[in-house]
């Protein structure tokens, strides 16, 4: 039997109302890399969200690689509105 294509899992959820927010969908991550990518996007100056995958309606076979120790989540981000947020800045370097 053949695994399902990442993308299909991660396309397996529903995010409409989140695009529809301006939200866009980067990809799955979990782990150590999580903080690591949100905190990327937030030096480039993007809003960011990460979402549980839910178990609900994947197929069996994505439990295998999505269960464990590690929580994989979805990651967003979107650009603040005009006005909102700004990039942080960098910190001087000798």
């Known amino acids: ?3 399902p294509v990442l993308q299909e899992v991660v396309g397996a959820v529903t995010d409409a ?5 301006g939200w866009e969908r980067r990809f ?3 782990g150590d890399r999580m903080a690591e990518m949100i905190a990327l996007y937030r030096e480039l100056g993007y809003e960011v969200k ?3 995958v839910p178990r609900e309606g994947l197929d069996p076979s994505c439990d295998s690689c999505l269960s464990g120790q590690v929580a994989h989540h979805i990651l967003y981000t979107r650009r603040p509105p005009a006005g909102g947020a700004q990039r942080p800045p960098r910190e001087e370097r000798s």
């Open 1 to 3: 039997m053949a695994l």
């Open 17 to 21: 109302p989140l695009i529809a927010a």
């Open 28 to 30: 799955l991550v979990g």
């Open 50 to 52: 990460a979402e549980a």
